[in-house]
């Protein structure tokens, strides 16, 4: 009998050793070799003798991109985020004064809270200076491009992925409440844009928002402007284009979350003395929450290394690291290095893809 | 049925100088074609057990949410100590409901699922960890009240949306279908918890139901609907013993109703008495009425199968058929017999198992004579 359910594992594992594991080793081989004017364009490779090949790879591309940088601004970012959650509850049940204790408890709690926290950002920083003359080669950065890339493409990621909840809550929303016998349409209406390819909507945008396009010659005609609007090829641009590729993924979780919830729960807060509004932001919000937080990941994990829709809509200044991947690999024949910046985006997508499955988990149990 | 009551028994609504605390006054509503209430009136009246009994689709559940205040009249209008509420939205309404599906807010634990309607209103935050601590002892939920809603039981989230609903002490109470989702069992022991509730907190209850003997059990007064109309409303006694319809008579318990016509009465009968002539061969049935009924109306005669009796011998009473035992119907404390007494025309009689089964000497296709009195059934014109 266990021959059967290891066989029925094995098949997903099968598919992740090949589709996956290989790939990613030969790229993160690629990575670690150094670049050549040959085919493949990067030494040493399996000609050399496999033992000529291992002695051969070194971290010298992780140095050039600035991986240290990289790794230690994320985890500052993730620490700063950890010390937060810590925190910030416990600092919070502190101010709010409580009728069981006097408003002195509240503030030496407030007080041991602040203090502990004070003490924590003290030992990390005698931590980091006592290593500092290790650390500070280790992010040392030579060239600050892809640092700067990957700092730009969290920032586009992380405004596009509000702006995509921002317009996609609404809808969702919107969707939920509607009559019954309409919710298949409008779901079907969200659905619709996949049936054509991402590539042509995404070049029917830059027919829409170039100088002599629609949208210009639209509020031309009627006077609101006197001069075009300057969207193509700058970061407004991709925006557009993201929050618009992306929408149907934030729309869905949202709407699965709201359409399972029970309409008589806001009747029932509204019974018991809610406004409209106030029952939306005490009932309907928090339990739309699993969904939005999961509309949230889907959006932000593709957008963090999207190419297409930069190097389209995007201009020179527009500085993403998907696209600055396809510019090392195709236009400067550089492998070891775009392989590099490659194996540095799975490492960091990695964290919102754990914290995403830790989400749904919870969200099923 | 203007019976003697002694002074003590609780009945307003005879009391013609009783102020009621509901008032639907013509009140219609329709949703687009469909009439939902059709020209409603009636009274319900402070600390009642008012209960709303009808099939499904009968406009029960719009009536009460009327009241909630999630749907607003056509026409017409509801007051509610005096003051017209159609205007008025739920959240300002001294009227809570307990919902059909219990609607507790799942990320909420039972105490804060109570708190809630509290945290919403000018109490002050002491006072409403006092009244929330109440609520848990009134429905004894104390253990639970850290708990989530999905981490209780079906009859302890009953009991966390009464008290949820009772904790602003509103004017009235609402329950839509309340004990739906619990078994058998659990249903008639919380039938007698929410009377008792209901006394304790003198709150004015009406409840939608179904399911006759819930409300039989705990209503003071039941409103009988029918498409959007009530059809009787009246004490559960009088709705079961002196329904003033075939539809009331039929929809509450079991009932044989017989069809025939007024016979000229006899000279010297009493004033009440009719005779009620079914068939041509037949002796006609002998029963009393106060509807003065005037020769050769067609009328039911509708009688509970518990008030007929069934015997092997010839009995001497007012009324007296025989026939023969087609089914027996045994369910352990009682058993109901289909006797046809005519061609086509079945009577059930029910009698008590007060022997153990192998004393009892009745069984199928015996002979039996079944009986009773003048004043056992009620004649019905409707």
């Excluded at chain 1, 991709?238 to 919830?261: E, H, N, R, S």
């Excluded at chain 1, 106030?278 to 969904?291: C, D, I, Q, R, Y």
């Excluded at chain 2, 929330?132 to 949306?161: C, D, N, W, Y």
Aim: some cysteine.
């Amino acid at each position: 009998m266990n021959w059967r359910a290891r066989l029925l594992i094995f098949v997903p594992y099968a598919w992740l050793l090949v589709f996956f594991l290989v790939p990613f080793g030969i790229v993160l081989k690629i990575s670690l070799s150094d670049i050549a004017l040959a085919i493949p364009p990067y030494v040493p490779t399996m000609k050399d003798g496999f033992w000529t090949m291992i002695t051969g790879l070194d971290l010298e591309n992780y140095a050039f991109i600035g991986a240290g940088a990289v790794f230690a601004t994320f985890a500052l970012i993730v620490l700063a985020v950890g010390m937060f959650q810590i925190l910030y509850p416990r600092v919070r049940r502190a101010l709010i004064p409580d009728a069981r204790y006097g408003i002195f408890d509240s503030a030496a709690v407030a007080l041991t809270a602040l203090a502990v926290a004070v003490v924590n950002i003290a030992v990390l920083v005698a931590v980091l200076s006592f290593l500092f003359p290790i650390l500070s080669d280790f992010v040392n950065i030579p060239d600050f491009l892809y640092f700067a890339a990957y700092l730009s493409s969290l920032k586009i990621a992380l405004i596009s992925t509000f702006l995509t909840l921002l317009i996609g809550y609404p809808i969702a929303y919107g969707m939920a409440r509607s009559a019954e016998h309409w919710r298949p349409t409008l779901l079907m209406l969200v659905i619709l844009p996949f049936w054509t390819s991402f590539l042509i909507r995404v070049y029917a945008w830059m027919g829409i928002l170039s100088t002599e396009g629609y949208l210009n010659q639209l509020l031309l005609n009627i006077g609101i402007i006197s001069d075009p609007l300057v969207i193509l090829n700058t970061n407004v641009a991709v925006y557009i284009g993201i929050v618009y590729t992306y929408l149907p993924f934030m729309v869905l979780p949202i709407y699965a979350a709201l359409d399972k919830m029970d309409d008589s729960l806001v009747e029932a807060a509204e019974d018991l003395g809610c406004t409209t509004l106030s029952a939306f932001w005490l009932v309907t919000a928090p339990l739309s929450k699993p969904g939005v937080i999961a509309g949230c990941f889907l959006v932000f994990i593709p957008t963090l290394g999207e190419f297409v829709i930069p190097s389209l809509l995007g201009g020179s200044n527009t500085l993403m690291i998907g696209k600055v991947l396809w510019e090392e690999f195709f236009n400067n024949r550089d492998w070891p290095v775009a392989s590099a910046v490659a194996v540095i985006l799975l490492l960091i997508l990695i964290i919102p893809i754990v914290l995403f499955q830790r989400n749904q988990q919870g969200d099923e149990s | 049925m203007a019976q003697p009551k002694p002074d003590t028994i609780f009945a307003p609504w005879d009391d013609p100088t009783a102020k009621p605390l509901i008032q639907f006054k013509n009140v219609t509503k329709r949703f687009g074609d469909f009439t939902a209430i059709d020209n409603l009136t009636l009274d319900i009246y402070a600390q009642e057990f008012f209960a709303l009994l009808g099939p499904s689709g009968c406009g029960k559940t719009t009536l009460m949410r009327m009241l909630g205040g999630f749907e607003t009249p056509t026409e017409g209008h509801i007051f509610l100590d005096g003051v017209d509420i159609g205007p008025v939205p739920p959240n300002e309404r001294p009227v809570n409901m307990m919902f059909q599906s219990y609607a507790l807010f799942p990320h909420l634990t039972v105490w804060d699922n109570i708190a809630f309607g509290l945290k919403r209103s000018d109490m002050p935050k002491d006072e409403i960890g006092d009244r929330v601590e109440k609520m848990l002892k009134l429905t004894q939920l104390g253990k639970f009240a850290k708990r989530k809603p999905h981490q209780i039981s079906g009859g302890q989230r009953q009991r966390v949306a009464l008290a949820r609903s009772l904790a602003k002490a509103p004017k009235l109470l609402l329950l839509d279908e309340p004990l739906g989702a619990l078994d058998k069992k659990l249903r008639h022991e919380t039938q007698f918890e929410l009377m008792d509730i209901q006394e304790t907190t003198g709150t004015t209850f009406v409840i939608v139901t179904h399911d006759q003997e819930e409300a039989m059990t705990v209503a003071s007064r039941v409103a009988v609907m029918v498409d959007g109309t009530l059809s009787q409303v009246a004490t559960p006694d009088q709705i079961y013993e002196a329904p003033n319809s075939t539809y009331v008579a039929d929809f509450i318990g079991d009932v044989n109703l017989i069809e025939g016509v007024i016979e000229v009465p006899e000279k010297g009968a009493a004033k009440d008495a009719v005779s009620i002539r079914w068939s041509s061969t037949e002796t006609p049935i002998n029963a009393t009425s106060d509807l003065g009924l005037a020769a050769a109306a067609t009328v039911h005669f509708a009688i509970r199968p518990e008030k007929v009796s069934i015997s092997t011998e010839k009995p001497e009473a007012d009324n007296v058929m025989s026939g023969k035992i087609l089914d027996i119907a045994y369910l352990g404390n009682i058993s109901t017999y289909h006797v046809e007494v005519a061609p086509g025309l079945i009577i059930k009689a029910q009698a008590t198992n007060v022997r153990r089964m192998s004393r009892r000497n009745l069984t199928w296709e015996d002979h039996v004579y079944l009986s009773w009195t003048d004043t056992a059934g009620v004649v019905l014109t409707s």
